[in-house]
């Protein structure tokens, strides 16, 4: 983490065995979500003050409504053909740097973040060194196509496992991850 950063910045996502984000070009993973990984990302995202999210992921959850105590800051390229839906620290559409994001969110009393985005975006968050930790449930599929968990551009980070534990007997498992720099 940068010197400068003080949040604590997690990734939680869910992938196939295979490390698909999606089934395919499939966008609903609730299709073969369990529903203890939905309690499970839900448990986690109540432990951050912000959730990250990108706009196709926005679009694709139906354009939730914003909630009282937690800010969705969703990353886009154009956040002015959003401005008739932004709730200043409820939902707020931004194209910020993972760096100049941080330090916004820091200045503004924000002590921890969640990104629940796409390959590309957690490619950003992690080439920026930004990321903490990351939380990441396996669940038992296998699709051969779909989205990418860190994008394709090349990284180079390590990991850390911290802890693991399994969620159901059908074998959906959490891990969690310490980033190494």
Known sequence: MLEYMQMKVAIIAMVSADGRLTRGTETN???????????????????HEVVIVGRK???????????????????TRHPERFKELTVPDHLEFMDDSPHDLMQNLQK??????????????????????VVDELYLTIEPYMFGAGGDLAGTKALNVSLTLLDVQQLNDRGTLLAHYKLGR
């Open 108 to 129: 503004r009393g924000y002590h921890s973040a969640a990104i629940t985005t796409g390959g590309d975006l957690n490619n950003d968050f992690l080439a920026a060194g």
């Open 57 to 75: 992921g926005y679009e694709a959850a139906g354009r939730p409504k914003p909630r009282e105590g937690r800010l969705y800051a969703v990353m």
């Open 29 to 47: 993973i609730h299709a073969w979500r369990s529903p203890e990984e939905g309690a499970m990302f839900t448990k986690l995202l109540g432990q």
